[in-house]
Structures are given as structure tokens and as C-alpha cells.
């Protein structure tokens, strides 16, 4: 039972000038959880509804299920007690209880004595049920209530209490263990990295969320699917060229005019499709550099977190786990860029692939050479031909070019299958 002071409203004798917030603070803060009683004490020579103390009992309490009132002095102010402690205008959801304390040095038999006889013999205070007055009926109240307080709110504070221990010993858990010998050191390491492995098969091999939901950028899959989206895009712009349509073939005759060589005519040269191959792979291998170095950066961004997030309870271990992680991103970053300078080299050697749409595409494009064909050798035939993936393309021009055009077709048709 906390005896809270009393409503000072003006500070006296050096009091602070904030008396009344301060008490008004220290009042609300035990009247405040729902499983205190508040016993409101008031004075019957007083109109309880404008009692400070009702107005705040209110404010935490509006229903008044928690707050009984105990009315003090009623010998000072017996007249029309019955009615205030009856008609409960002020909502004392527990009622009231009428008391009468001791005076003086009144001993404690003497004080209860002469309350009986007051709520006895005195003709307005004896009209008051007898379950209303006295302090051992008081005591008695307070007694029922706070059990039906403990039994309602007990169960509450127990899971409650559970919840917080439940909470704590998982911290617990979490706290890095006290290592005392290498060997000990040795399997929380190994178990760090295990854990920190475990997390990176997930979102980056099986592209699993559930460790990370709301971080999008440990999102994977998702993230490098997006970053392959626009590469392929950039990848296929620069395998097509831009050449104007009045330019058609001209690289293609200017590469056989500078293979020529004994051999069987309309036979297409290997150095000349070497040549040509050659300055389209050159064109094209700046982008996936470009994307390797973007792909390589993403990964450093999310490995290094993670294994700073699983090292988070050995603080000495992070700077060493960055820079190991960031050093073999590095290793294998330069690996991966020169395995990909062999590719490009090696495409520029051989002209070879087994991949069944180039021909069914070459097969599909040579179609056009035989109108292509009939352009060049008739003089007064239209100079225009539309080819699939070029659009309409003005050919006449070609015509200056006769003994080369076939071999240039061709070698243009096998270059974008290829």
C-alpha cells in the first residue's frame, strides 16, 4: 500500500514553484497500471465532483472498476451524506466507504468504539448501510478486492514474466561464449563460418528471403535478374550494327578486297570471316567487363555485411573478416576477368559453334539472296529488298561491286547467324 501525498496547489515555505506537477506526476504514475487500486480518499464536508483527485482517478480509471472511495470527517458534515455516498454522480465504480478516524490521542479502541457509536446512534450518519461505514469493513473491502485484483491480473504478469525470461535467456544464447582455450576459439570460428556459409547458400544459390525479408537488396536472385535484364539488352544492341543502309556490305567487300588469294572462286575466305568476326567480338567485349566488375560489386556489397552480421559478437574478429572477405571477392573477380579475356580471345581464333539455330538462321536469311542476286544483274529491275532484322535496304550502289557482292552476302547472312 503506497500512501501518495496530498493535491498541493500552492507552494509554501520554499516549496518549488512546480509542486503541483511534481506531486501530480508522482500521483499518476502509481495510479497508472491496471492492476493498482485506487483508494480515493475524500473529505464529506467537500462536493465530490469537483475533487481534484476524482478528476485524475478518472483520467486512468474512467470506468472506475479499480478505484473505491473512502469519505473521511462525516461528523463534520453529516447532512445529506446519504445522498452523495448513494447516488454516485462522480462514477466510484468500487462505492464508498464512510469512515471516522481517530482524533488526537485517541487509542485505537477508543476511535473504533466511538465510530460504532457515531454510525449508531446519529440520526442521518445510522440511515447508511452498515456494509458502507467503519474501518473494519474498510479493511474487509479492500481485502475482496485485492484478490479479485491479484486473480485477474496474475496470470498476465505471469506470462508476462515468461516473455522476459524467455527474451533474456535468448540474448543469453547470442552472447559470445567465454573461450579459454585455442581449441574453443577454434569451433566458435568454425561455427561462425558455417552459419555465415548456411546464410549465403540461401539467398545466393537457393534464393531464399526468409533470413533477410525486408532487406530487398540481400534479395539475391531477384537482384542479379534484374541487373541481367538490361545486359542482355546492352549485350544485343552492340552485336548489331549501326551502319546506314546506304553502307550495306561495304565492310564485308572491303575485307575480301583485302583477302584475296589463289583459290576456287565463290568460296568464302576463312580470313576473311576471321577478320570480320573478329571486329564484332572486339566491339562487344567492353560490356560484359563492365557487367563482371557491376555483378562482382553487388556481391561484395551483401557477402561483407553478412559475415560482419554473424561476427557481430566478436568485434576483434570483424576488420580481419572484411578484409579476408574482401580480398578473395578481389582474387576471384581478377580470376573471373581473365577466364573471360581467354573466351574473348579464343572467339577470336575459331569460328566454330554447334548451336542448332545457326544454321536453321542462315538458311532462313540466304533466302533473300537469290532476289538480292536478280537485283544485281538486272539493270532496270527496283533496287531495294527488304531483309528480315535490316529492314529496306537500298542495293543499287552494289552494283560497281558485281564480282564480290555474292561472296559479301554471304559472309554478311553466316556473320549475324553467328
Known amino acids: 500500500m503506497v500512501d501518495l501525498p496530498g493535491i498541493t496547489r500552492v507552494p509554501v515555505h520554499g516549496q518549488p514553484e512546480d509542486i503541483y506537477e511534481q506531486i501530480s506526476a508522482i500521483i499518476m504514475e502509481y495510479i497508472k497500471p491496471e492492476e493498482s ?67 488526537g490521542n485517541e487509542s485505537y479502541e477508543d476511535a473504533r468504539i466511538e465510530e460504532e457509536t457515531l454510525f449508531e446512534s446519529h440520526t442521518q450518519l445510522s440511515i447508511i448501510s452498515k456494509s458502507m461505514v467503519w474501518i473494519p469493513i474498510l479493511a474487509q473491502k479492500l481485502v475482496q478486492i485485492q484478490a479479485t485484483i491479484i486473480s485477474k491480473c496474475l496470470p498476465y504478469i505471469v506470462r508476462k514474466i515468461n516473455e522476459k525470461l524467455n527474451s533474456n535467456v535468448s540474448d543469453l544464447k547470442k552472447m559470445p561464449q567465454n573461450l579459454e582455450s585455442v581449441a574453443e576459439a577454434m569451433r566458435a570460428f568454425m561455427h561462425l563460418l558455417s552459419s555465415a556459409k548456411e546464410s549465403l547458400r540461401k539467398i545466393f544459390v537457393r534464393g531464399e528471403i526468409d533470413e533477410f525479408p525486408d532487406d530487398k537488396e540481400k534479395h539475391c536472385t531477384a537482384r542479379l535478374a534484374e541487373m541481367f535484364t538490361p545486359y542482355s539488352v546492352e549485350l544485343q544492341g552492340k552485336c548489331i550494327e549501326n551502319e546506314a543502309k546506304e553502307e550495306f556490305l561495304r565492310h564485308e567487300i572491303d575485307i575480301l578486297e583485302e583477302s584475296k588469294g589463289i583459290g576456287l572462286p565463290n568460296f568464302l575466305p576463312l580470313s576473311a570471316f576471321l577478320i570480320s ?114 529492314g529496306e535496304i537500298e542495293v543499287g550502289h552494289l552494283r560497281k561491286h558485281l564480282a564480290l557482292v555474292q561472296q559479301a552476302f554471304d559472309m554478311k547472312m553466316r556473320m549475324t547467324a553467328y
Open 277 to 390: 568476326m573478329q571486329r564484332k567480338v572486339n566491339s562487344i567485349s567492353s560490356a560484359p567487363i563492365e557487367f563482371l566488375n557491376k555483378v562482382w560489386n553487388y556481391v561484395e556489397g551483401v557477402l561483407v555485411p553478412i559475415f560482419l552480421e554473424h561476427s557481430v559478437d566478436y568485434p576483434q574478429l570483424q576488420s580481419y573478416m572484411r578484409r579476408a572477405a574482401q580480398n578473395l571477392i578481389s582474387k576471384k573477380e581478377q580470376q573471373f576477368v581473365d577466364w573471360f579475356m581467354e573466351i574473348i580471345k579464343m572467339e577470336k581464333q575459331v569460328d566454330y559453334t554447334c548451336h542448332p539455330e545457326y544454321v536453321s538462321t542462315w538458311n532462313k536469311l540466304m533466302t533473300k539472296q537469290g532476289e538480292f542476286m536478280a537485283i544485281m544483274n538486272g539493270n532496270f529491275k527496283p533496287t531495294v529488298i527488304f531483309i528480315d532484322g535490316f
Open 37 to 103: 487500486i485506487i483508494l480515493n480518499v475524500l473529505s464529506a464536508t467537500v462536493d465530490f465532483s469537483t475533487c481534484e483527485s476524482i478528476r485524475m482517478s478518472q483520467k486512468v480509471d474512467r470506468t472506475g472498476e479499480r478505484t473505491l472511495a473512502v469519505v473521511t470527517k462525516p461528523d463534520k458534515s453529516p447532512e445529506g451524506l446519504f445522498e452523495k455516498v448513494t447516488s454516485d454522480d462522480v462514477n466510484i465504480g468500487l462505492g464508498y466507504v464512510v469512515v471516522k478516524n481517530r482524533i
